[in-house]
């Protein structure tokens, strides 16, 4: 089993409109309310490869009730702890120009809902084989060294962590030696302090990840493919062109493909078809819900991988 972990999980209301108008009254053509987050995205493409995965988290207050209804409409394993304040929403406007997205502030977690979630997930790691810690942004009050705790009871239990979080903590995940690390080129920047411009310099700042005990870092380059780079050799990733698509950071779903090539013993080159694919079917389908088998295994088919050696 995989296990997904989103400790700031969201609704997501999205309303499809002609135009916006600020200061007007405007009329939406249609509006949806789905549960979201990375590692709901996740859960939705590994059921459609029949893989066994299980969600966890934070959940509270009406949006959270309603989060949990439809994840068990759907039949999807899950187990989240309750807690005080309201799970949050985001609201995105579309038109025929802009896509225009709200935030809501995340809720503020309680060292007690923090102490249930520790016992929660050291129950959940003995049934999982690998752990993906997603997200983007933790709720208030909980500490951002968190990572660095959950990583190193999977290590001590024998389990593959994968850290696919965004910046929130990131570095403090990278410091208890996750078996992979999924990030951006900025989020790689943003941790080394440092601008990059050329791909070699990429590669090297990737390797300084690796020397810290990492096996593996996947650097994702968006509508440029990625960098996967192991202990022992690299790979560059290329994928065909698909237009300005490849950039939306929550719903990338690059960590459950490579779970699933890990957890099946795929190859790595399989692996890497699957990590990218999900990625960019994550971002293409305007409803994750729709995306099937087949529409993963085309995409894996048009990706090019070439060898890099150190």
Known sequence: MILNIDLNPNLDRNYILDKVYLGKNNNTKSSSCSPSGKAFISSILLDAFNEDSFITGFLGGINGE?????????????EFIP?????RTIIRLKDNENDTTILEEGPRITREEIVSFYELYSRLV????????LGSLLPQGVPKDIYFDLITLANKRGKKFILDIGE???????????YMVILNQRELEDILKVSLHFENEIIKSGRYILDRGVEFIVIDLQNRGSLVLGQDRGYRVEIPYLGNTI??????????????????????EMTIRLGQAFNIVSNLESDIMKIEASDIKRLMSQIEIYPINY
């Open 83 to 87: 807690i005080k304040e309201e799970t």
């Open 126 to 133: 003995e049934r999982t084989n690998i752990i993906c810690g």
């Open 247 to 268: 950039a939306n950071i929550d719903y990338n779903g690059m960590s459950a493909g490579f779970a699933l090539g890990i957890n099946r013993n795929y190859d790595i």
């Open 168 to 178: 929130d903590g990131l570095s403090y995940g990278i410091d208890a030696t996750p």
């Open 66 to 78: 309603y989060f949990h209804k439809r994840l068990t409409e759907m039949k999807m394993a899950h």
